[in-house]
């Protein structure tokens, strides 16, 4: 090591923090912090001791106290962010379970009246018109049953939240008063910054899973899912197989895999990298469709 390069440890009192260990690492002028969690071994407070008996000037430990906070805001701000997310895909799904506000009875006067397959509450899911692909007319929705010639939302992808609110609170869709400002930020941290281009993970065509692999799959679904949907995909009962749903609708098996299910217990994948989705897809797909 030169001169130019060296390791400290700092133990930080902050007025409402529990203790925090801090490994910092210099190089050329540039300091690296690594955070270490109060529960830290006695091998790590030993080395604290030393460093500080050493002595570290006043102002390094203030200029490190100020990155310590920006690297607590910062974190704080993602793993925020990573829930927001997750709930505006529930809300996505269907916001009238995820708030416990009444079904709305009436179907919505956006969904066109060419299409008398679908009516009442189901109408008013964003899902129903714009995809679980957020394609809309340009995807799963093209044709079937919730065919509407309503445009999807990949545009947005990027785009600042605002846009995304007034829309939502338009007269087209006539949501305002029915969400709270929460919901409707989390609506809008999913359409700009939670899609997944899911043309590049399932095939349009034969709809299985791109580039996936089962037996990692396996393994995830075995030891995250199966507690609750079986090894076999079954459970619970009054919901279609994993199997069968992954076949056929595996858009709305990846959205409900990184998000969750409105109203239930389960579990949101979205923090984990997507490949362990597109390989938890991939098993399901070979599950029994009956
Ligand atoms: C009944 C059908 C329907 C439902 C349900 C619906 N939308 Fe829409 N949405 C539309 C239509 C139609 C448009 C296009 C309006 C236009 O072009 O003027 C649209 C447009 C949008 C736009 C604007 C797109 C753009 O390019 O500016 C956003 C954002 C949007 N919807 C979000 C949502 C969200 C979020 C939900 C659920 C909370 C939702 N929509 C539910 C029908 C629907
Ligand atoms: C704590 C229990 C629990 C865990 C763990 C869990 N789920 Fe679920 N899941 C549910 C419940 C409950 C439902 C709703 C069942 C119903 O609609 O009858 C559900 C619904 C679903 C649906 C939608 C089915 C439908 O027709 O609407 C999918 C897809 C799904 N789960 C996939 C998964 C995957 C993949 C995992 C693992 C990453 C997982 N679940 C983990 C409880 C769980």
């Known amino acids: 090591?030169?001169?130019?390069?060296?390791?400290?440890?700092?133990?930080?009192?902050?007025?409402?923090?529990?203790?925090?260990?801090?490994?910092?690492?210099?190089?050329?002028?540039?300091?690296?912090l690594y955070l270490f969690h109060p529960a830290s071994s006695g091998v790590v407070s030993q080395v604290v001791k030393d460093t500080l008996t050493r002595g570290i000037s006043m102002y390094r430990i203030t200029l490190k106290?100020?990155?310590?906070?920006?690297?607590?805001?910062?974190?704080?701000?993602?793993?925020?962010?990573?829930?927001?997310?997750?709930?505006?895909?529930?809300?996505?799904?269907?916001?009238?379970?995820?708030?416990?506000?009444?079904?709305?009875?009436?179907?919505?006067?956006?969904?066109?009246?060419s299409n008398t397959k679908k009516k009442g509450n189901v109408t008013h899911r964003c899902k129903s018109c714009h995809g679980w692909d957020l394609m809309g007319k340009d995807g799963a929705y093209a044709s079937g049953s919730y065919k509407t010639g309503i445009?999807?939302?990949?545009?947005?992808?990027?785009?600042?939240?605002?846009?995304?609110?007034?829309?939502?609170?338009?007269?087209?869709?006539?949501?305002?008063?029915?969400?709270?400002?929460q919901d409707f930020e989390d609506l809008a941290n999913f359409v700009t910054k939670g899609q997944v281009d899911m043309n590049k993970i399932i095939d349009r065509n034969?709809?299985?899973?791109?580039?996936?692999?089962?037996?990692?799959?396996?393994?995830?679904?075995?030891?995250?899912?199966?507690?609750?949907?079986d090894k076999n995909g079954k459970e619970p009962k009054g919901m279609p197989p994993l199997g069968k749903l992954s076949n056929k609708n595996p858009w709305e098996v990846v959205h409900k895999t990184l998000n969750g299910q409105p109203d239930e217990d389960m579990p949101a994948m979205r923090a984990f990298d997507l490949q362990v989705t597109v390989d938890i897809l991939t098993h399901l797909q070979t599950l029994p469709k009956e």
């Open 65 to 113: 106290i100020l990155a310590v906070s920006f690297v607590f805001i910062t974190f704080n701000a993602y793993a925020e962010q990573a829930s927001s997310i997750a709930r505006g895909g529930q809300l996505f799904d269907k916001w009238f379970e995820v708030i416990d506000a009444p079904k709305p009875e009436n179907t919505h006067s956006a969904w066109p009246a």
């Open 206 to 229: 034969t709809k299985l899973a791109i580039g996936g692999n089962a037996d990692k799959g396996a393994a995830y679904y075995n030891t995250v899912c199966a507690g609750c949907h």
């Open 151 to 181: 445009k999807g939302l990949r545009h947005l992808e990027g785009k600042s939240n605002d846009k995304v609110i007034a829309a939502m609170k338009d007269e087209t869709h006539g949501y305002a008063g029915k969400m709270s400002d």
């Open 1 to 32: 090591m030169t001169d130019s390069q060296n390791f400290g440890f700092l133990k930080l009192h902050m007025p409402g923090f529990s203790d925090n260990l801090m490994l910092t690492y210099s190089k050329n002028g540039i300091t690296f």
